[in-house]
């Protein structure tokens, strides 16, 4: 690919591929360039002038994806307010770049292969610490790891993103039943 600076017509086909590549690839591994560029509505040969090969594609989809995810979080401000109303902000986040999500977490392998791609950027705060926080404050429940509960909120989210594919949930309404599913199994219940 070129080093010379892209235009702004140029980063937009640039971003509607990568964006196009996250999603086929996150609901079809096996999916064809040309699937690819049929969804980002680019011929497949600026698909190539871009990307000339699927690895180079893959590689470039999972750093964007990445970055995606960690733009998608700084903007949730989890460092800031109560923990809960954090926390919401953070699935309302996460299932806004659902398909990104799909695509990195959905096969074991491109965490595997491909996490050389992209280099954490350590000011964006962490899931981790949002629910540290929340344990430490009495919100969530400490009786389980941090590690674990982040585990779950992935999963949950990922269900949530599924669901919605396969027609059983309405997208506008995924954000509200991950919350609500999450804080169920979270929230630390007060005996009156």
């Known amino acids: 690919m ?17 964006s196009a590549a996250a999603s086929v690839l996150a ?12 969804a980002a509505q680019v011929g497949r040969s600026t698909l190539h002038r871009y990307f000339p090969d699927r690895r180079d594609l ?18 949730a401000a989890i460092d800031h307010g109560p923990p809960l109303e954090a926390l919401r902000r953070l699935i309302a986040a996460m299932v806004d770049v659902g398909d990104r999500l799909a695509f990195l977490f959905g096969d074991a392998r491109v965490l595997e292969e491909y996490t050389d791609c992209f280099e ?23 009786q389980v790891s941090a590690e674990w509960i982040q585990e779950m909120l992935w999963a949950l989210t990922y269900t949530g993103w599924e ?7 309405p997208r506008h309404g995924v954000t509200a039943a991950v919350i609500r599913m999450f804080e169920n199994g979270i929230v630390v219940r007060r005996e009156p």
Do not use: C, H, Y
């Not at 705060?125 to 400490?142: M, N, Y």
């Not at 669901?163 to 949930?169: R, S, T």
């Open 27 to 38: 609901r079809n591994r096996a999916a064809t360039l040309a699937d690819i560029a049929e």
């Open 58 to 75: 893959f590689n470039a989809t999972v750093t964007d994806s990445f970055q995606a995810v960690e733009r998608s979080v700084a903007e």
């Open 163 to 169: 669901a919605a594919e396969k027609g059983l949930l």
């Open 120 to 142: 954490p950027d350590l000011s964006v705060p962490t899931t981790i610490d949002l629910i540290k926080r929340g344990q430490a404050q009495g919100v969530f429940d400490s």
């Open 2 to 18: 070129s080093t010379t600076p892209e235009t702004g017509t140029r980063s937009r086909t640039r971003r509607a591929i990568l």
